[in-house]
């Protein structure tokens, strides 16, 4: 069974930091690709970053330079190093992967940037 858990999120003051993580178990976790999406009330959910098995990344333009996705394959743990936070990156953060064709969400951990 696939189970991500993701922790960190939180309250933080515009122009902090935050460091996500999402735990994954069920999974050959240095094989899969792992990506860390957004959601807002009344938007789109959105890719923010990912991170595949070679380690190449990919950022959503509005995190590039700000935002930082890393993993470590021994503790099955993908990270979500945020800085320079914005009002705009305020959502619930979701981390996902997928595993013979069939995506997996975990529940998510809430990111609020105060003005």
């Known amino acids: 069974q696939v189970r991500l858990v993701e922790r960190g999120g939180g309250l933080v003051q515009a122009g902090g930091s935050l460091r996500l993580s999402c735990a994954a178990s069920g999974i050959n976790f240095r094989l899969h690709n792992m990506a860390w999406y957004r959601q807002s009330p009344g938007k789109e959910r959105e890719l923010v970053a990912s991170?595949?098995?070679?380690?190449?990344?990919t950022y959503i333009e509005s995190v590039k330079g700000r935002f930082a996705i890393s993993r470590d394959n021994v503790r099955n743990t993908v990270f979500l190093e945020m800085g320079s936070l914005k009002s705009d990156d305020t959502a619930l953060y979701l981390c996902?992967?997928?595993?013979?064709?069939?995506?997996?969400w975990g529940q998510g951990t809430q990111v609020t940037v105060s003005a």
């Open positions: 996902h992967t997928t595993r013979q064709g069939i995506g997996y």
């Open positions: 991170i595949d098995s070679a380690h190449s990344r």
